[in-house]
């Protein structure tokens, strides 16, 4: 099987057989959709909320909502059907704990609302998700039957 390693602000898509694979979600988002007919999938790993808030904001694979499109386009272009596709979403995690309840710091949180805001206006429905806590995330999305596996560090391994 063919896997692909997405790194941080970067995405990818693969035909079956082939995974794909990000490490260390940890307030980032990894955004995966599926198209279970045509078993195409893709892997975004988004590290901010919106292009539209930072000045440097060239590599549109970095934001939620950017990088959303990108990965919608990429995923037609190689057979995938609109109607077919599915998310899921992990990552969003709280890393640090702050003494301030500023949700500038809670990037996790902000990255989880504009991904979900993202995909809803898109037409893409959530099937399954894991997302927020303390810890971090490495996820494979497997293209023969569209399983994400989700391993954590002190908290085990499963299957969304």
Known sequence: MNTIKVGMADLAVVKTPGSLITLGLGSCVGIVLYDKINKIGGLAHIMLPSSKEIKNNSNKAKF?????????DEMLNSGAKKRNILAKIAGGSQMFSFNSNSDVLKIGQRNVQATKAKLKECGIPIISEDIGGNYGRTIE??????SLLVRTIGHGSKII
Do not use: M
């Open 64 to 72: 939620a909502d950017t990088a959303l499109i990108i990965l919608l």
């Open 141 to 146: 999305l497997n293209t023969e039957d569209g």
